[in-house]
């Protein structure tokens, strides 16, 4: 990733560590030159007030002075002398004690050109002095004793600008292993704080596009494993809230459907009712204007107009009694009444009712069962299932006019069916044939007076007993069918 955080955390700590190995060897060659001429002179002063105090307290001729000026000597790699007011060497640390009183004599009176004073109070003198020869450089220091004596000390400035040579050559290399070893292990331990974090950020992702399958493994309780719990917390919570969301937006859909289709049921129902009641109400109206203007004076004619307006009046009567009827079963206000009947003698007093209109048509009627049969249901409701089957089976029976009722027993439930000969219902009707209104043969409907009802009467009153009806084409003509209970359960 061009804007990783390994990335740039690697190269802020690697930037650090270079520059902190930069410093150093700044500073080294800037400062330890200047460093080091100051130790030196320090060690030489320490020495000196050593021996001015040991001088002071008499103790400058003990044994354990000397051995102590000797290590402290030897550390600092001082050479001394010590020279008594006669000019006598008292005391002194080199082989060669006249070369090196040759040297502070030089430094006493000023003839080495290439001294640099460094310090100078009213008891010692301090100088740093170069000998061409050897090439070397010393640090000088000239003092009197608070016993009359003289104390010449002197030290070997080492070559520094080498010594700084080597220490800044040591410390490039020391600082490249450090910054390849920072880098390996600074690379390594961002890895491990970001891969948690492009965990998290894969998490995210896939959480804006709903996927809350991914979870995030914890590893430990750190700030990014407890940010992770967090995002596991939020992706169930999201995900249980969409599920939520999507159930409410599914059952307002379903609302809104079911408020279009109540809308739509009722502009078609007004549209049904207005169109069945338009014929009758033109022909009562047509006729009972005849009869107030006298169109026709015979009593015979005055008995048809009557006849028509009659008969009309009881079609809307019968068409307002099959609405009442199927309002009050689709809104479950219509109370139905189980009881034990026999079925048998329920049909043959449907068969007796419509024998007039069969004989009128010629149409034979023939019951398959033997009684009694016993059913549980609403018995007025079932004799208006049967009604409705057998006046549907006598208007539409055809060919050899002939209906068949058969009474099949079963474990449970009793199952009737009404046979009539005649053409079958075209299979793309068959599933709205118990929709209101609805009339597979209109102008054969109008005929005999129907009005599209009674099958949605049936489907009610099957449905208020919980029990199923239907219809079959057969090669010879249609059967209906329904189902009661024929135990007490």
């Known amino acids: 990733m061009k804007h990783s955080i390994t990335g740039k955390i690697t190269a802020i700590m690697l930037s650090l560590v270079a520059g902190t190995v930069l410093l150093c060897w700044f ?67 080199v082989g060669d004690d006249e070369t090196l009183l040759l040297q502070f004599l030089e430094l006493i009176f000023r003839k080495n050109k290439n001294a640099e004073i460094l310090e100078s109070t009213d008891r010692y003198v301090v100088e740093k002095m170069s000998d061409k020869r050897l090439k070397t450089e010393y640090l000088v220091l000239c003092g009197s004793l608070s016993d009359g004596n003289s104390l010449l000390m002197r030290t070997a400035l080492e070559s520094i600008k080498e010594s700084v040579e080597i220490a800044n050559r040591f410390l490039a290399y020391v600082g490249v292993a450090a910054v390849i070893l920072c880098a390996v292990i600074i690379y390594a331990v961002t890895r491990k704080i970001t891969n948690p974090i492009l965990q998290l950020a894969d998490i995210s992702s896939r959480m804006t596009n709903l996927d809350f399958d991914a979870k995030f493994q914890s590893r430990g309780k750190n700030e990014i494993d407890m940010l992770g719990e967090h995002m596991n917390q939020l992706s169930e919570t999201l995900e249980q809230t969409i599920s939520e969301l999507k159930s409410a937006n599914n ?170 000969t005649g053409n079958p219902i075209p299979e793309d009707e068959l599933e709205h044939i118990w929709d209101k209104f609805y009339k597979v043969d209109k102008a054969r409907t109008r005929e005999y007076g ?40």
């Open 27 to 93: 500073i080294n060659t800037t400062l330890l030159e200047t460093y080091y001429v100051e130790h030196k002179q320090q060690k030489l002063l320490d020495t000196y007030e050593m021996v001015n105090n040991a001088s002071i307290s008499g103790e400058a001729g003990t044994e354990e002075f000397a051995i102590r000026l000797e290590k402290e000597c030897a550390n600092s790699n001082i050479t001394r002398m010590i020279i008594g007011s006669d000019n006598i060497i008292i005391d002194s640390n």
């Open 251 to 420: 059952e307002l859909k379903i609302d809104i459907e079911k408020k279009t289709e109540i809308d739509e049921m009722r502009k078609e129902f007004i549209s049904n009712v207005s169109h069945e009641l338009k014929t009758p109400i033109a022909l009562i109206q047509g006729y009972a204007e005849g009869l107030q203007e006298c169109i026709n004076d015979d009593a015979d004619s005055r008995e048809f107009y009557c006849d028509v307006i009659m008969d009309e009046a009881d079609k809307m009567n019968q068409l307002v009694k099959n609405l009442l009827t199927l309002n009050q079963l689709e809104s479950g206000s219509e109370q139905v009444v189980f009881e034990r009947f026999d079925l048998i003698e329920v049909i043959l007093g449907v068969v007796n009712a419509t024998a007039i209109l069969r004989e009128q048509s010629g149409i034979a009627l023939q019951v398959h069962g033997t009684g009694p049969q016993y059913v549980w249901a609403d018995e007025f409701k079932t004799e208006q299932v049967l009604t409705n089957y057998i006046s549907n089976a006598i208007h539409y029976a055809a060919g050899e006019k002939r209906i068949e009722i058969f009474v099949r027993p079963k474990t449970e439930t009793v199952r009737v069916e009404v046979f009539n």
């Open 450 to 489: 129907g009005n599209g009802i009674g099958l949605s009467i049936v489907k009610a009153i099957m449905d208020s007993f919980h029990r199923e009806c239907g219809v079959e084409n057969l090669e010879d003509g249609v059967r209906f069918w329904f189902e009661l209970d024929c135990k007490s359960q």
